[in-house]
């Protein structure tokens, strides 16, 4: 008997199924069948002398039959069920088949069952698989996996023989092997064909994705055992994700309602892969991974409802790269009925993480700063301060939007995360446009968050003239902005307030070097957003010092004088002007009869 291996073909044959109509009319035709074996319901009419000169567990069975009822009709239930028996009868009778990587793992299970060792007879079956394996499928990762691919309908039986084990073993050492080789090739190759090389997906990343996850999980550890490189690993999640959760799409994420289950999966089965690869995210900080890839398994994670721990970890991860995510990437939709339309909450919790990742940041830098003006860390909380008062710009007009929810947003960010308030003003006037209903305190409470001082000229502008606002807070953008204005045509440039910030920073004797260094280190933002806001406002005088500038140019023609033409810069401002004080009285006397809708920003 000969039973060939196909170490030498690419490609898998399948397994055939001869044995039936071969046993139909009986192998031997003068001799008949004296043994059925049962199994899953399909009767095997065989004979009892060659298979229990291979099989202990046949030969057992025999020996102890009482009578020849009961020898006549065996019932089994060999792993791999009828075809893997057909295969081990086949042996048993001496036929030649083929072991292949497809077969191999339900021959060697089933061997195992029928105990055919070689202490029954030699050369037996345990021992051919046994060399398939050990000489061809661990030799190779095209095999390993598609053996190991097989085991999936053999969970219990392949793992006592150890064949996933030695599978995932075999894997990750291949792959670290072709690893180095690639590594050794691109030393020796010029640059350009170095780079070329090296940005060239290993082909394993993509075999990969036909593993089911608990197999797929262990082989990714053994890979980071073995020493493969991190951005392999990476592109291997990615691609395994892409392939197995459907909904990772951007055409479908975006709208829970179309992210619809792979229909080889259950809902159950993604929320175990959406678990499992963020729990094989490599943790190195040198490899950033993709924050759309991050954001689209967050998304999954909260529309299977994943646990709290896979949430929180996707949260962090996009949390210490906030400064880097677009508003559309913050667009998260809320799973939940009833309520607001975005999920506020996990960005709350994304903008804890990016601050507390600043926080610690200082923390390690005690005894030197690092953050002027410019520099990275201080660019980043500025980036994540236009990002969130754009993100709540948006999110304003949604009129399931609480106020509670809105406002534990906008106090989240320190205030020298913004230079100036033009965004969280326009963000502020958006949702008091979408929500009338809100009373005068309730409004107080939200207006009060905005820094008058911080507005631009255009915003004050704005505001004076915004019917929306309360009393109080068109007051007091007057009041700054007459101050303003007064500096200007002064020359001064608010040199006071400056001093006076200064003077109220200076740390007390009595303070432990601790709270000494973080009093100076509040010193030092205050300081520095305070040139910010000068800078801020020598740009809004040098365009009115350029209009003033032009309107001198243009007298002559027009029969001006040079006062008339300051009259008018000033007059632009919109602070002095005699309609002003008026204006403003029957602002409040229209306030009693209803609010007026006029002037929005949004």
Same mark, same amino acid.
């Given at each position: 008997?000969?039973?060939?291996?196909?170490?030498?073909?690419?490609?898998f044959?399948?397994?055939?199924?001869?044995?039936?109509?071969?046993?139909?009319?009986?192998?031997?035709?003068?001799?008949?069948?004296?043994?059925?074996?049962?199994?899953?319901?399909?009767?095997?009419?065989?004979?009892?002398?060659?298979?229990?000169?291979?099989?202990g567990?046949?030969?057992?069975?025999?020996?102890?039959?009482?009578?020849?009822?009961?020898?006549?009709?065996?019932?089994?239930?060999?792993?791999?069920?009828?075809?893997?028996?057909?295969?081990?009868?086949?042996?048993?009778?001496?036929?030649?088949? $083929?072991?292949? &990587?497809?077969?191999?793992?339900? *021959?060697? %299970?089933?061997a /195992?069952?029928? @105990?055919?060792?070689? #202490?029954?007879?030699?050369?037996?079956?345990?021992?051919?698989?046994?060399?398939?394996?050990?000489?061809?499928?661990?030799?190779?990762?095209?095999?390993?996996?598609?053996?190991?691919?097989?085991?999936?309908?053999?969970?219990?039986?392949?793992?006592?023989?150890?064949?996933?084990?030695?599978?995932?073993?075999?894997?990750?050492?291949n792959?670290?092997? $072709?690893?180095? &080789?690639?590594?050794?090739?691109? *030393?020796? %190759?010029?640059? /350009?064909?170095? @780079?070329?090389?090296? #940005?060239?997906?290993?082909?394993?990343?993509?075999?990969?994705?036909?593993?089911?996850?608990?197999?797929?999980?262990?082989?990714?550890?053994?890979?980071?055992?073995?020493?493969?490189?991190?951005?392999?690993?990476?592109?291997?999640?990615?691609?395994?994700?892409?392939?197995?959760?459907?909904?990772?799409?951007?055409?479908?994420?975006?709208?829970?309602?179309?992210?619809?289950?792979?229909?080889?999966?259950?809902?159950?089965?993604?929320?175990a892969?959406? @678990?499992?690869?963020?729990n094989?995210?490599?943790?190195?900080?040198?490899?950033?991974?993709?924050?759309?890839?991050?954001?689209?398994?967050?998304?999954?994670?909260?529309?299977?409802?994943?646990?709290?721990a896979?949430?929180?970890?996707?949260?962090?991860?996009?949390?210490?790269?906030?400064?880097?995510?677009?508003l559309?990437?913050?667009?998260?939709?809320?799973?939940?009925?009833?309520?607001?339309?975005?999920?506020?909450?996990?960005?709350?919790?994304?903008?804890?993480?990016?601050?507390?990742?600043?926080?610690?940041?200082?923390?390690?830098?005690?005894?030197?700063?690092?953050?002027?003006?410019?520099?990275?860390?201080?660019?980043?909380v500025?980036?994540?301060?236009?990002?969130?008062?754009?993100?709540l710009?948006?999110?304003?007009?949604?009129?399931?939007?609480?106020?509670?929810?809105?406002?534990?947003?906008?106090?989240?960010?320190?205030?020298?995360?913004?230079?100036?308030?033009?965004?969280?003003?326009?963000?502020?006037?958006?949702?008091?446009?979408?929500?009338?209903?809100?009373?005068?305190?309730?409004?107080?409470?939200?207006?009060?968050?905005?820094?008058?001082?911080?507005?631009?000229?255009?915003?004050?502008?704005?505001?004076?003239q915004?019917?929306?606002?309360?009393?109080?807070?068109?007051?007091?953008?007057?009041?700054?902005?007459?101050?303003?204005?007064?500096?200007?045509?002064?020359?001064?440039?608010?040199?006071?307030?400056?001093?006076?910030?200064?003077?109220?920073?200076?740390?007390?004797?009595?303070?432990?070097?601790?709270?000494?260094?973080?009093?100076?280190?509040?010193?030092?933002?205050?300081?520095?957003?305070e040139?910010?806001?000068?800078?801020?406002?020598?740009?809004?005088?040098?365009?009115?010092?350029?209009?003033?500038?032009q309107a001198?140019?243009?007298?002559?023609?027009?029969?001006?004088?040079?006062?008339?033409?300051?009259?008018?810069?000033?007059?632009?401002?919109?602070?002095?002007?005699?309609?002003?004080?008026?204006?403003?009285?029957?602002?409040?006397?229209?306030?009693?009869?209803?609010?007026?809708?006029?002037?929005?920003?949004?």
């Open positions: 008997m000969e039973i060939s291996n196909d170490s030498n073909s690419r490609h044959s399948p397994t055939p199924r001869l044995f039936n109509a071969f046993f139909n009319y009986r192998i031997f035709q003068d001799v008949a069948g004296d043994i059925t074996v049962v199994i899953d319901g399909e009767s095997f009419l065989l004979h009892k002398f060659p298979l229990a000169a291979r099989s567990k046949i030969r057992k069975m025999v020996a102890d039959a009482k009578d020849l009822i009961n020898l006549s009709r065996l019932e089994l239930n060999p792993p791999g069920g009828p075809q893997a028996f057909e295969l081990a009868a086949k042996f048993c009778y001496g036929m030649n088949f $083929e072991i292949t &990587a497809a077969n191999v793992a339900q *021959l060697r %299970c089933a /195992e069952y029928l @105990e055919m060792t070689e #202490d029954v007879r030699e050369q037996n079956l345990i021992a051919r698989t046994e060399a398939y394996l050990n000489e061809v499928v661990v030799q190779s990762i095209e095999k390993s996996l598609e053996v190991l691919s097989a085991c999936e309908t053999l969970p219990s039986a392949a793992e006592e023989v150890g064949i996933p084990d030695r599978c995932v073993d075999a894997i990750a050492m792959a670290y092997e $072709e690893q180095l &080789a690639s590594t050794f090739s691109r *030393l020796g %190759c010029d640059d /350009e064909s170095a @780079e070329l090389k090296g #940005d060239r997906l290993d082909w394993w990343v993509v075999d990969l994705s036909v593993l089911r996850i608990d197999f797929y999980h262990r082989v990714i550890l053994a890979m980071v055992r073995v020493g493969i490189r991190t951005s392999s690993i990476v592109a291997s999640l990615m691609h395994y994700a892409q392939a197995w959760l459907k909904g990772l799409g951007k055409l479908q994420i975006w709208n829970p309602a179309r992210a619809k289950p792979n229909p080889g999966t259950t809902e159950h089965d993604q929320k892969i959406v @678990e499992t690869i963020v094989l995210l490599p943790t190195d900080k040198c490899l950033p991974i993709p924050l759309a890839f991050l954001f689209g398994i967050l998304r999954l994670a909260i529309i299977l409802d994943a646990n709290i896979c949430r929180l970890e996707l949260e962090k991860r996009i949390g210490s790269h906030l400064d880097m995510v677009s559309d990437d913050l667009l998260i939709p809320s799973v939940q009925t009833g309520g607001s339309l975005f999920d506020i909450d996990t960005v709350c919790r994304i903008a804890v993480n990016f601050l507390q990742r600043v926080e610690d940041e200082e923390t390690e830098e005690c005894w030197y700063d690092s953050g002027d003006i410019g520099s990275p860390s201080h660019a980043s500025l980036n994540v301060g236009r990002l969130i008062d754009a993100y710009a948006e999110i304003a007009p949604d009129p399931c939007l609480s106020l509670q929810k809105f406002v534990a947003l906008v106090e989240l960010l320190p205030d020298y995360a913004r230079v100036i308030d033009d965004g969280l003003y326009r963000a502020v006037d958006i949702y008091l446009k979408a929500h009338p209903s809100l009373t005068e305190d309730e409004c107080k409470k939200l207006c009060k968050y905005i820094d008058c001082q911080k507005l631009s000229q255009e915003a004050c502008n704005h505001a004076a915004n019917d929306r606002l309360p009393v109080q807070m068109t007051v007091r953008v007057l009041y700054f902005d007459q101050i303003r204005l007064k500096n200007a045509v002064s020359g001064s440039s608010g040199d006071g307030l400056f001093s006076q910030r200064i003077s109220s920073g200076v740390p007390s004797a009595a303070l432990s070097p601790r709270d000494t260094y973080a009093s100076l280190r509040r010193e030092n933002r205050e300081l520095k957003l040139i910010s806001r000068l800078r801020m406002r020598l740009s809004d005088l040098e365009k009115e010092q350029a209009f003033m500038k001198m140019m243009d007298k002559s023609g027009n029969g001006k004088t040079f006062f008339t033409s300051l009259s008018k810069g000033i007059g632009r401002i919109g602070i002095f002007s005699s309609r002003r004080p008026t204006r403003k009285k029957s602002q409040k006397l229209a306030r009693k009869g209803g609010r007026s809708r006029r002037h929005s920003v949004s």
